[in-house]
């Protein structure tokens, strides 16, 4: 289990110019997620984090929180295994994980804060 205090988070090194590149070039929902609503919130947010073998949208250690969007490649079948290997293991880390849908994003932003803020 991940606790901020006494240590850091599993880190891929591998995969740190690609958090850094997507950071650069965030989805339209990411970039609106972030600009509106986490940037200046207080804990702080991460953009991009990578944990472990996996690359988070949004993290909060001091709520021990991820944001996920998702577009639609996240929900087919052939993905939700996958999906379920890596939920799974950053609950395994202590981690609650929030996923909200691109459309969330775009057609209720207030209802998207208000669950992050609650």
Known sequence: MY???TSSLPFNEGLKKYANEMRKNPTPEENKMWHILLKGYKPRFH???VIGNYIVDFYCPQLKLVIEIDGE???LDENQAYEEKRNKYLESLGFKILRFYN????????N???TIYH
Request: net charge positive.
């Open 3 to 5: 606790n901020e205090k």
């Open 47 to 49: 953009r991009q984090r």
């Open 73 to 75: 490649q996240h929900y």
């Open 103 to 110: 459309s969330d994003i775009n057609q209720n932003l207030k």
């Open 112 to 114: 998207t804060e208000t």
